[in-house]
């Protein structure tokens, strides 16, 4: 992708253009799946581990990425929807780890129901992840 739109795009959130910044997102923007800081580190080395931890912590807090929360107590991050507020109604969709080929995608479009909780308690995250065998890979 463009650097000049990823610049644009960083600076709508208020966040600084760095050359990392800028590899980062355009990492999350190739790839429709959420990285972990591991695999982020192997696919853009030199970079330092981090630096990589921050950016995704700056994009995180910007609304820009989104964490996920596996099973294995591994942490994803994944593209926050373009027109996502990053409040709990935003983030209330499900998230599908392949078991196969062990990529996460982020379902945007498969909503988590709403949950009755008692008085008192107020949501701020939810996080639903499916394992399974994804379309790419159950065609194989």
Request: include cysteine; aromatic fraction near 8%.
């Amino acid at each position: 992708m463009n650097n000049e739109v990823l610049a644009q795009e960083l600076a709508t959130k208020n966040i600084r253009p760095t050359a990392v910044r800028l590899r980062v997102l355009n990492k999350f923007r190739t790839y429709s799946v959420a990285f972990s800081l591991n695999e982020l580190e192997h696919e853009l080395t030199p970079v330092d581990r981090s630096t990589l931890f921050r950016t995704l912590k700056t994009f995180e807090e910007g609304g820009i990425i989104h964490s996920v929360n596996e099973e294995n107590g591994q942490v994803k991050y994944a593209l926050c929807a373009k027109d996502c507020s990053c409040s709990y109604d935003d983030h209330r969709h499900v998230h599908f780890n392949c078991q196969s080929c062990l990529k996460t995608f982020c379902l945007h479009d498969v909503r988590i129901q709403n949950v009755a909780l008692p008085s008192g308690f107020r949501p701020m995250d939810a996080n639903v992840v499916i394992k399974g065998i994804c379309s790419a890979c159950s065609a194989v």
